[in-house]
């Protein structure tokens, strides 16, 4: 028995609602380094009307309790469509419908419309993070669902899945601090020439066109900058045609609740906002997560999104700037390719072994694609 650890055998419970967690029982599981898997964010969003069931998000968290005391836990979901998780395995519900079955609905344990590595499988130790694996296979089975899936997944979890639970990897690209950098300057330098002529060409244009920034957090920003910067996310979405998931209650639930984590980044002209980004803030770690723009100018994008967060950073300290999923045209501004993670787990063998032979041929192109995105690298020699 471990001590202080009640006499119970744990008991699997489903949660509808995070709200039926208290909030310091689920923060008790992780170290809050990340600020997704936050009870804040994950029950801000279901309480501000972010996850929709006609949107294919219906809360579904798995938990283990001895008595009253949480040991374990995992975000999790139930999902009618792959939308918003940005994994995507669109070719396997084709396949299950091709034969007849049904794909959805699937478990998936991840943060909704968050494509940030993080812990999927909150525990108090060892032995309940692998009790928990345990309980979401007993659901899986019991539920008589297709699959379940555990997204972006950070390297403590990796440890815990067997064989059974299909690796897949994707590639996102970070910005990761070297210590010998002190400022922006420092940065450029370790460029070559081109690449740092380039942002430089860039910056100036922002600033020609009379464009000036400044960085609030949360318990920093007015309602009209709350209100400017989710017109902003609202713009955006609405130009490529995709239905804005994130309310203003929530952006407003974000300032008020983690008000430190929340940074938003505001470009003016002539005092009067023309666009924003909006991140978050970890342990170590900026991430970039929207952004939109009333007015459009030459690299303004690349400022607001990418070399005001590495300032920022530069300041205090972080270590890695995460900007989003996806967009080589990051690597050019000093964002390298990274392997993400997520795991699978097939209930049907005969799709199990199918998709099992797929992941694998996707891993090798995976690997090559990052072996060659790397001789792209805008530095001299790669930092750290």
């Known amino acids: 028995e471990v001590p202080g650890r009640s006499p119970l055998m744990p008991e699997a419970r489903i949660h509808r609602a995070l709200s039926e967690i208290p909030a310091a029982a689920w923060d008790a599981l992780h170290d809050g380094r990340n600020p997704f898997v936050a009870h804040a964010f994950l029950s801000g969003l279901e309480a501000t009307g972010c996850l929709r069931d006609d949107w294919g998000w ?74 928990l694996l345990d309980a979401i296979e007993r659901f899986l089975q019991q539920s008589a669902l297709s699959s379940a899936h555990v997204n972006f997944h950070d390297a403590e979890d990796e440890a815990v899945f ?57 318990d920093e920003a007015s309602e009209a900058y709350l209100a400017a910067m989710h017109g902003f996310y ?20 974000l300032a008020q609740e983690m008000p430190r984590q929340l ?46 967060g590495i300032e920022y950073c530069l300041r205090e300290g972080l270590a890695r700037f995460e900007p989003g999923a996806q967009g080589r045209h990051k690597i050019a501004r000093g964002f390298l390719p990274t392997l993400v993670h997520s795991r699978h ?29 790397h001789a792209h690298s805008p530095f001299r020699a790669e930092p750290g």
């Open 234 to 253: 609202l713009q955006t979405f609405a130009e490529y045609g995709n239905s804005p998931a994130l309310t203003l209650d929530f952006i407003r639930h």
């Open 162 to 218: 067997d064989a059974g639970w299909l690796l897949r990897e994707d590639i996102q690209y970070h910005w990761h601090h070297n210590a010998g950098w002190k400022d922006f300057e420092d940065f450029l330098g370790a460029m070559d020439h081109k690449h740092r002529k380039n942002i430089r060409q860039e910056r100036r244009k922002v600033r020609d066109a009379g464009i000036s920034f400044r960085i609030v957090h949360g």
């Open 58 to 131: 219906t809360p579904c968290h798995l938990a283990l309790w001895e008595g009253d005391l949480l040991v374990a836990a995992a975000p999790g979901s139930l999902k009618s469509n792959s939308h918003g998780e940005f994994v995507f395995d669109h070719a396997w519900s084709h396949a299950y419908a091709r034969h007849g079955l049904d794909y959805f609905p699937k478990w998936l344990g991840a943060v909704p419309y968050s494509p940030v590595t993080g812990p999927r499988l909150l525990a108090r130790d060892e032995a309940s993070k692998r009790a």
């Open 345 to 373: 787990r097939i209930a049907d063998p005969r799709f199990a072994e199918a998709i099992g032979a797929w992941c694998a041929e996707e891993r090798v192109s995976t690997r090559q694609q990052l072996r060659q995105l």
């Open 263 to 308: 940074v938003i980044v505001l470009a003016g002209r002539e005092s009067v906002p023309i666009a924003g980004a909006l991140c978050l803030r970890g342990g170590d770690t900026l991430y970039g997560r929207y952004w939109g723009a009333s007015e459009l100018h030459p690299g303004l994008h690349f400022e607001a999104c990418y070399y005001q």
